[in-house]
C-alpha cells in the first residue's frame, strides 16, 4: 500500500514536470499555402513531424490560406503537404525554439502531369464535388437483369493489380515516354488505350446489346453484342476490339478480342500483341454504384494475366456531349519528342 | 481563384485523400511535355481577338503588345469544352474585347502558342478554373 502511494505521487510530479516542459519550450511553425498559380488554398492538412520522436502534429488553413502548428517541442520538424494534382510539398529540418515561430510558407507546384484549365486541379476537384451517386436497389431490365443503363463517371481503381510486362513490352514503353507520348493515338484524334475510360461515360443497354459512348474519345463508342454470337472466325482488327456478353448470375462478363495494332494498351503507353484478350466483370451493385473487374491476357506483352478491380459512381443530371476530336486539332504540329 | 472555390476544392481533396485509394482521372488529349515547356512559365497582358469553342481543345487568341509597341497574337490552349462545361464556363466567358491577364507555359518549339493555367480579367475575375458556381468571383 505504502509502496503504491509513493508510486502515485511520482506519477503526479512527472506530470507536474512535463506540463512546465511542455509551457516553456514550445514554439510555432506558421505561414500560407498558395497553389501553383498564387491562388489561397483553404482546408489544406499540413503536417510537422518532429524529427528525433517522430510525432506527427497537424494543422488546415483557413479561408484566407494561413495555418498555424502551435505548442510545438523545441526540435527539428519536417513539414509536409500533399493534395492531388499537385507536386508533394515536403521540407526538412524547420528549427523550432522555445517561444519563437519559423515561417514555412508553402507554394505548391505543378504536379508531373500538367494539365490545362479544365484538366487541372481544381477541374478534378469540381468534378469530385458532383459525385453524388444515389441510393436504392439495382435497377433491372424486363427480363429480370441488372440494367446497366445510365452515365457513369470515369471510375476510380480500388485495386491497380500487378501487372508483370516483358522486357520487350517495356522497352517500347520507355521509349514512347522518352519521346513525351508525342505519337500517342489520341494525340491524333484516334481512340483511346484499351483500359482508359471518361472522364464521364454512358451505357445503353438493351437485350442484344450494350453501347458504351465515352465523352472524350474518338469515335468515342463501341458495341457490346449480349446476342449470343461469337467472335469472328477470322481475326478483324479493330480499334475497341470485338465484343461479346453474356450474363453469369447478376455479372454481366464481357470478352474483347482482335485490336487494331495500332491501339496503345494502357495510360503508360504500354503496347499489346495480337493475343490480347481482355474479359471486363461488371455488376451494378446498386442504383449509385457499378463495380468492374478487369482482366488483360497478352502473352506477348505480359508474363501472366493482369487484374485491376474499378468502382464508377452513377453521374445522374450529367450529359455526354458529342468530341469531335479532329474538329480543330492544331497541337500535332507542336508536339516533340526528347 | 476566389476563397469560396478554393475551399470547396480542398473539401473535396479532403476526402479524396480520405479515400487514399484514387487513381487520377485519365487526362489530357496529348501529352503536356511533348508540346509545353513547364520550365518556362510566362505572363502574358491583351486583348481577346477570337475565342474557339472546339474541339478537342477550346483555344483563345490575345493581341500582345511589346514595349515597342508592335503587337503580336498568341494563341492560348484550354481544356475541352466538354470540360469547361460541366464547370459551369460557356463560350460567353470570354469575349473578343475583354483585357486578360494569362499566366501559362509556352510551346516548345518556339511558337507563339501557351497551354493557359491562369486566366484574369481586368476585373479580377479569374475564369476556366474550378467552377463558376462554387462562389461568387471576385
Redesign the interface.
Known amino acids: 500500500m505504502k509502496r503504491l502511494g509513493h508510486s502515485v505521487w511520482g506519477f503526479g510530479l512527472f506530470l507536474v514536470a512535463l506540463t512546465a516542459f511542455g509551457q516553456g519550450g514550445t514554439g510555432t511553425i506558421s505561414g500560407t499555402v498558395k497553389?501553383?498559380?498564387?491562388?489561397?488554398?483553404?482546408?489544406?492538412?499540413i503536417q510537422a513531424t518532429n524529427a528525433s520522436t517522430g510525432t506527427v502534429y497537424k494543422s488546415t488553413?483557413s479561408?484566407?490560406?494561413a495555418y498555424t502548428l502551435a505548442d510545438l517541442s523545441a526540435g527539428s520538424y519536417d513539414v509536409s503537404l500533399?493534395?492531388?494534382?499537385v507536386a508533394p510539398f515536403a521540407v526538412k529540418n524547420v528549427a523550432v525554439t522555445a517561444g519563437s515561430t519559423a515561417r514555412v510558407d508553402i507554394n505548391l507546384k505543378?504536379g508531373t502531369?500538367?494539365?490545362?484549365?479544365?484538366?487541372?486541379?481544381?477541374?478534378?476537384?469540381?468534378?469530385?464535388?458532383?459525385h453524388h451517386p444515389p441510393s436504392g436497389p439495382t435497377p433491372r431490365t424486363s427480363e429480370g437483369k441488372p440494367d446497366l443503363s445510365g452515365v457513369w463517371w470515369?471510375p476510380?481503381?480500388?485495386?491497380?493489380g500487378k501487372p508483370e510486362f516483358l522486357a520487350s513490352a517495356v522497352a517500347i514503353a520507355r521509349k514512347r515516354n522518352e519521346?513525351?507520348?508525342?505519337d500517342?493515338p489520341?494525340?491524333r484524334?484516334l481512340p483511346?488505350a484499351v483500359t482508359?475510360?471518361?472522364?464521364?461515360y454512358e451505357f445503353v443497354q438493351s437485350k442484344d446489346y450494350l453501347v458504351m459512348i465515352s465523352?472524350?474519345d474518338s469515335p468515342g463508342f463501341h458495341q457490346i453484342y449480349l446476342d449470343g454470337r461469337p467472335h469472328p472466325k477470322e481475326p478483324d482488327p479493330l480499334w475497341y476490339g470485338h465484343s461479346i456478353g453474356h450474363w453469369e448470375g447478376d455479372t454481366l462478363v464481357v470478352d474483347r478480342v482482335n485490336f487494331e495494332e495500332q491501339v496503345w494498351l494502357d495510360?503508360d503507353a504500354h503496347p499489346h500483341s495480337d493475343k490480347l484478350h481482355v474479359t471486363e466483370r461488371y455488376r451494378r451493385v446498386d442504383l449509385g454504384h457499378l463495380e468492374t473487374e478487369v482482366t488483360v491476357e497478352d502473352p506477348g506483352v505480359l508474363a501472366k494475366p493482369w487484374t485491376m478491380k474499378r468502382v464508377s459512381d452513377l453521374a445522374p443530371g450529367?450529359e455526354i456531349?458529342e468530341?469531335?476530336?479532329a474538329?480543330?486539332?492544331?497541337?500535332v504540329e507542336?508536339?516533340?519528342?526528347r | 481563384m476566389n476563397k469560396k472555390n478554393k475551399a470547396g476544392f480542398l473539401s473535396v481533396a479532403a476526402i479524396v485523400l480520405g479515400l487514399m485509394v484514387v487513381t487520377m482521372p485519365a487526362l489530357a488529349h496529348h501529352s503536356f511535355a511533348a508540346e509545353f515547356d513547364a520550365t518556362k512559365p510566362l505572363t502574358l497582358a491583351g486583348i481577346v481577338t477570337k475565342l474557339e469553342w472546339t474541339n478537342p481543345h477550346a483555344r483563345f487568341h490575345v493581341s500582345v503588345k511589346d514595349e515597342g509597341g508592335a503587337t503580336t497574337t498568341w494563341d492560348f490552349e484550354l481544356g475541352s469544352p466538354n470540360g469547361l462545361m460541366r464547370h459551369g464556363w460557356s463560350r460567353n466567358s470570354l469575349k473578343p474585347g475583354d483585357m486578360v491577364t494569362v499566366m501559362g507555359y509556352p510551346a516548345k518549339d518556339g511558337s507563339k502558342l501557351v497551354n493557359a493555367r491562369s486566366v484574369t480579367l481586368a476585373d479580377g475575375r479569374k475564369i476556366f478554373a474550378g467552377s463558376p458556381d462554387d462562389g461568387p468571383t471576385q
Open positions: 497553389d501553383p498559380v498564387g491562388g489561397i488554398v483553404a482546408g489544406a492538412s488553413s479561408k484566407a490560406g500533399t493534395l492531388p494534382g505543378e502531369q500538367l494539365s490545362t484549365l479544365g484538366e487541372d486541379p481544381l477541374a478534378i476537384a469540381a468534378d469530385l464535388k458532383r470515369s476510380r481503381t480500388v485495386d491497380p519521346d513525351n507520348r508525342k500517342s489520341q494525340a484524334c483511346n482508359r475510360i471518361g472522364p464521364l465523352d472524350d495510360q450529367e456531349r468530341f469531335i476530336c474538329e480543330n486539332n492544331t497541337d507542336h508536339l516533340v519528342g
